[in-house]
């Protein structure tokens, strides 16, 4: 027997209400299938009437096409004899897309609000929680769109893959380790505490937003460029809150800074009047270094060692070619250049420079679409030709 009466029912959905009970009896085999579907939630009486409506309302929507409606004066009713014709195919359409949309947005809040309860233990509640943006309602809030229409369940699960990708755009941006943190305070509800105004919450909370506004752009491959600048400058400001990002890869690449010329270094070169300035890693190069040094690699006629000693004589000093620079010994000039040696690996993360000219330049993981599938075929065998060609080189 359901517990949904059909009075709950007609006040749960109006447009199925009917003075009679021919309507009602033929939902209630629908109405117990959705209630053996959510009895996970039923443990949880603030959680009882989001889903008391969403069984009404997934009900309605999944039978509304099985049954002879009529449009009545008061809503739609089922076809009791033969002089009466069933509602138009539009006016059924639009039903089903109402209920569809009504349910979709229901069962967000549904599960949404689990998360303050025991629920959140679940395997569940942790496969929901699977981003930032984790249900259509999030997605339609950041101005995702799935084929220039709203999100809603189906259009969200289409979208697995762009959400799949933007995720992981975030997560190069905060680190892994990090980026697990935050889904786990957002499987226990996090996002939700009013109790808590702690840093690490407040910390939290606008990395949140800012992830959020991150995997929006890249989801609808707009420009992510500024997004990355908000959110790296969050990771700076809330450092002493997020201890899973300092202790992190990312972060030591990020911020592991330059050699300093003092002579209590273990590797002092340069006579201690000299102000030399020598990245520790990839992420430390600043975008016109960069290219620098792509543009050395892209000539292939430089050893790593050249490129280390031209990078060197214009980026390590105040100035480029400084008049010191004639003067310093070979040994010098090579021992300082054994600080750059990480030039000989590429980066552990992707990297590039946000513009090339005027350009704006593709996402660093390829997660945009306006970089064409022959273009990406381009690339890709552009790629499997260096390589091929940088293996027959080490032979």
Request: proline share 5%.
């Amino acid at each position: 027997m359901s517990i949904i009466t059909k009075q709950k029912f007609d006040a749960l959905v109006p447009s199925f209400r009917d003075a009679t009970d021919s309507v009602y009896r033929k939902m209630v085999p629908q109405l117990e299938l959705y209630e053996n579907r959510t009895g996970e939630f039923a443990p949880y009486e603030e959680l009882s009437e989001l889903r008391e409506r969403y069984i009404c309302l997934a009900a309605a929507h999944n039978a509304v096409r099985s049954l002879d409606l009529i449009l009545t004066g008061s809503g739609f009713g089922v076809i009791s004899t033969a002089e009466k014709s069933p509602a138009s195919q539009a006016r059924v359409d639009a039903l089903q897309r109402q209920l569809y949309e009504e349910c979709s947005d229901v069962f967000d809040e549904l599960r949404t609000k689990a998360l303050s309860t025991a629920w959140n233990e679940t395997s569940n509640a942790q496969d929901m929680v699977d981003s930032f943006l984790y249900t259509p309602t999030l997605l339609r809030k950041y101005g995702v769109l799935c084929e220039e229409r709203e999100v809603f369940a189906r259009e969200y699960a289409r979208l697995a893959p762009q959400r799949h990708e933007g995720a992981i755009h975030v997560l190069h941006e905060i680190s892994p380790e990090l980026y697990e943190a935050m889904l786990n305070w957002l499987r226990k509800g996090g996002e939700f505490r009013t109790d808590d105004n702690s840093p690490r919450q407040h910390a939290m909370k606008t990395l949140l937003e800012r992830g959020r506004v991150l995997m929006a752009r890249d989801m609808t491959a707009g420009p992510t460029h500024k997004a990355c600048q908000n959110l790296r400058a969050s990771l700076v400001i809330f450092a002493d809150s997020i201890p899973e990002y300092t202790n992190s890869a990312t972060y030591r690449a990020r911020h592991s800074g330059f050699y300093e010329n003092k002579a209590d270094h273990p590797t002092f070169f340069f006579p201690e009047t000299l102000k030399v300035r020598i990245p520790k890693g990839w992420e430390a190069l600043s975008e016109r270094e960069l290219l620098y040094i792509c543009a050395l690699m892209a000539a292939e006629r430089f050893t790593v060692e050249e490129i280390q000693l031209r990078y060197l004589r214009r980026f390590a000093f105040e100035r480029p070619n400084p008049p010191i620079w004639k003067v310093l010994s070979p040994y010098t000039l090579l021992s300082a250049a054994e600080e750059l040696a990480w030039l000989e690996e590429p980066p552990t993360t992707a990297i590039r420079p946000a513009h090339i000219g005027k350009y704006e330049a593709i996402d660093a993981h390829l997660f945009d679409e306006r970089l064409k599938f022959g273009d990406f075929l381009i690339c890709e065998n552009l790629f499997q030709s260096w390589t091929q060609f940088a293996d027959r080189g080490t032979d």
